[in-house]
Nanobody, 119 residues
Framework: QVQLVESGGGLVQPGGSLRLSCAASGSISKIDAANWYRQAPGNQRELVAGIDSGDSTNYADSVKGRFTISRDYAKNMVYLQMNNLKPEDTAVYYC?????????????WGQGTQVTVSS
């Protein structure tokens, strides 16, 4: 059984920073490609940032230069560093990770963590 647990969300003022963490647990051999998505009320879930198995990263235009995705293989963790946050970044953020475990491969989602940017 594989689980993803996100943390690090909260309330922050415009211009502030947060670091989201996504911890993968279970009988994991290796974490693979990972993404962060977000969904604001009334909106579709959108891709914010991704990192592939070769460590190439991609970002939504709206967050380029402000957000950074990273991965720690040893700890089975994925992070999203968010700087210079704006009110329009307010959303529930979800991690999504490809995971190799017990000879299988699956793509898993976290439960989401709320980020609110407001003064």
């Amino acid at each position: 059984q594989v689980q993803l647990v996100e943390s690090g969300g909260g309330l922050v003022q415009p211009g502030g920073s947060l670091r989201l963490s996504c911890a993968a647990s279970g009988s994991i051999s290796k974490i693979d490609a990972a993404n962060w998505y977000r969904q604001a009320p009334g909106n579709q879930r959108e891709l914010v940032a991704g990192i592939d198995s070769g460590d190439s990263t991609n970002y939504a235009d709206s967050v380029k230069g402000r957000f950074t995705i990273s991965r720690d293989y040893a700890k089975n963790m994925v992070y999203l560093q968010m700087n210079n946050l704006k009110p329009e970044d307010t959303a529930v953020y979800y991690c999504n990770i490809g995971i190799m475990y017990s000879g299988n491969y699956g793509v898993y989602w976290g439960q989401g963590t709320q980020v609110t940017v407001s003064s």
